[in-house]
């Protein structure tokens, strides 16, 4: 389609030769200009990302001390790595890290299993009304994970939920907000967000795929199946491994989700993961030096996971 | 119960290139067509159903929701319903709807714009650190949104700005995915001859972007947009630690406070199930509009 990788000439020349050249051709194309259309935007980045970040890491190195009693003003001190200490020996931290982790070993393989196995069927030579499945897959994602989560809390919710009712009547009585239930029910919210969005990437992989690669297949006596595993899935590996990369990040981001069903019933916690143990720290137990050093914390994990998933998959690919 | 919505998918003619079309009719055989296109409209049936709950949902009041069958239509009280949504506290339903839609369309008309120029110029311009700049943007990308919210806190509580419309304005400006999209759109819909051309007749680079190359973009920009919109009009978690002040917040926040009554209350469920509905219209309604940008911005960005 449109969108070829930015493998064009421009995107390929390295930094700028040194080679001295005609000031014309030097106009309209180097450092001035450039910086003219990228200061906007670095701009922002500064004020929304970097000096954030670098703000957090300096709180995160001194605590508020209240003296004696507790009365009186409280002290600003250096700590050094106190904060972090105290969040990595907090139980409730740990928990949390432990339950994502738990929350991704469901989570990914069913969406991206999931996701996959969807946009094969929407590829399969036998499938039809493609476009309108395209459209009615891609549904949960045009529905806030706010409003994803009340649905959902409502359709676990007795007495309310079809769901429920129906399992009843064929016998079954499952409480989905329990605590066994609650993870697995928090896992099928993501699932319905995200399964659609990634099936449309994965289906368009699959559609850049060389049919006559897959008529050869089909002369040499492949089934679809058959070229379905052993064809399409080597070559659209590229955008599965982005959907890895981003999904992975995307589960540390766990926040909107467990926070409204913890509304709904006792089983989700305050701090029930890393982002929301931040959110309490913050403002309910007013320790911002603590908040400080658990963003600190979750920014790392995502760092060092995403150049994880990066160096696996590009070793995959080679 | 799956059929009333999605037994209708047969019938539409599927759109598909004749050669392809071809090969289906000798390859598949009745059964497999069946099981196919059965577990397509069962995996479609799981994405629907829950929306389509919410609608029934909210033609009932607060007795009929806890006391007839899910998908049947109660004492029909959806216009009750709209009108409580409406008048509760004095309307600030609307308000809600309407910040959420002044913070997600100034997050993508200026932040979209400040993303495509960013990117444009990636794309088109050589300067020292290109590199090392592009891979800063990549790091942006790669950081979660929510790891950055409390340090903007921090940092917004210094400067005195939360519980301003500022604290969520600004944040919304960056959008560094959008910065790699618009690159990649530069790359495929500007054609370097077209700016040397224009550069030859006079025109200056500014000149040159927002007469040539930003029309050229303009379905990426409408993309990176869109995605913008999206996000702005989800992001939970930013107004929800940034806003205290009813007045300013945006209506995924609002009605997670109306849930945190209806707990307590009863009487707030139907007001929380209508105003769900009423408040993701919208997006569907730009989702359906928008379909060939959403998918031409999927693909650009996993293709690599």
């Known amino acids: ?318 | 119960m799956s059929t009333s919505t999605v037994s209708r998918t047969p019938t539409v003619a599927p759109a598909l290139p004749p050669k392809r079309r071809r090969s289906a009719a000798r390859s598949g055989g009745f059964g497999s067509t069946f099981t196919v296109n059965a577990l397509l409209i069962l995996g479609c049936a799981y994405m629907v159903l829950p929306v389509v709950w919410l609608f029934f949902a909210s033609t009932k009041n607060t007795a009929d929701l806890y006391g007839t069958a899910a998908y049947a239509l109660g004492e029909p009280a959806f216009l009750e319903n709209i009108m409580a949504v409406l008048n509760q506290d004095g309307g600030v339903f609307l308000r809600w709807m309407a910040n959420s839609m002044f913070y997600a369309a100034f997050g993508a008309i200026l932040g979209g714009l400040i993303s495509v120029m960013a990117g444009y110029a990636f794309d088109k311009f050589q300067f020292r650190g290109k590199d090392s700049f592009f891979g800063i943007v990549l790091v942006g990308v790669l950081i979660p949104n929510t790891a950055t919210v409390l340090p903007m806190y921090l940092l917004a509580s210094v400067f005195g700005i939360t519980n301003t419309m500022w604290a969520i304005l600004i944040p919304v400006l960056c959008n560094p995915f959008g910065v790699y999209l618009a690159r990649v759109y530069s790359a495929a819909y500007v054609p370097a001859e077209t700016l040397e051309a224009a550069r030859v007749d006079g025109a200056g680079p500014i000149r040159s972007f927002f007469s040539l190359g930003l029309p050229m973009m303009m379905p990426g920009y409408v993309t990176i947009a869109l995605f913008q919109f999206v996000g702005v009009w989800n992001n939970f978690m930013l107004p929800l630690v940034m806003l205290q002040d009813q007045q300013l917040l945006p209506v995924s926040v609002g009605i997670s406070i109306w849930q945190g009554y209806s707990v307590p209350q009863p009487e707030f469920t139907p007001m929380v199930i209508t105003g769900s509905l009423l408040s993701i219209i919208p997006l569907l309604v730009a989702f359906i509009m928008l379909q060939r940008f959403w998918k031409s911005g999927l693909t650009a960005g996993s293709v690599k």
Request: net charge positive; with cysteine; glycine share 6%.
């Open chain 1, 1 to 318: 389609m449109v969108t070829q990788a930015p493998n064009t000439p421009s995107a390929a020349v390295k930094p700028i030769p040194r080679i001295p050249r005609k000031p014309r051709a030097m106009s309209g194309t180097g450092g001035r200009t450039a910086a003219l259309f990228l200061t906007p935007f670095f701009a922002v980045f500064a004020v929304a990302m970097v000096a954030p970040v670098i703000y957090a890491m300096v709180l995160s190195f001194f605590a508020q001390q209240k003296s004696g009693l507790g009365f009186g003003e409280a002290k600003t001190s250096f700590v050094g790595l106190e904060n972090y200490l105290q969040v990595l020996q907090s139980e409730t931290f740990t928990g949390g890290i432990g339950r994502l982790a738990l929350y991704c070993l469901f989570y990914i393989p069913c969406m991206v299993g999931g996701a996959l196995l969807f946009a094969l069927l929407m590829d399969a030579a036998v499938a039809r009304a493609r476009k309108l499945f395209q459209l009615l897959v891609f549904l949960p994602h045009a529905v806030p994970g706010v409003i994803a989560a009340l649905i959902w809390a409502y359709l676990y919710t007795p007495g309310v939920s079809p769901i429920v009712s129906v399992l009843e009547t064929g016998g079954i009585s499952l409480n989905f907000l329990d605590n066994q239930m609650i993870l697995p029910s928090i896992v099928n919210i993501a699932v319905w967000e995200w399964t659609g969005y990634n099936v449309i990437i994965l289906f368009t992989a699959l559609q850049a795929v060389p049919r006559e690669i897959l008529e050869a297949a089909r002369v040499d006596g492949a089934g679809e199946i058959r070229a379905a595993i052993s064809i399409k899935l080597p070559l659209i590996l590229p955008a599965l491994s982005v959907i890895m990369l981003f999904t992975v990040i995307g589960t540390l981001q766990l926040f909107t989700e467990p926070s409204i069903i913890s509304k709904a019933t006792a089983s989700v916690t305050s701090t029930w993961v890393p982002n929301m143990w931040a959110f309490d720290a913050a403002f309910n137990r007013h320790n911002l030096n603590q908040a400080a050093a658990a963003s600190i914390i979750i920014a790392l994990m995502a760092a060092v996971l995403s150049w994880a998933v990066t160096r696996f998959s590009s070793r995959n690919k080679a």
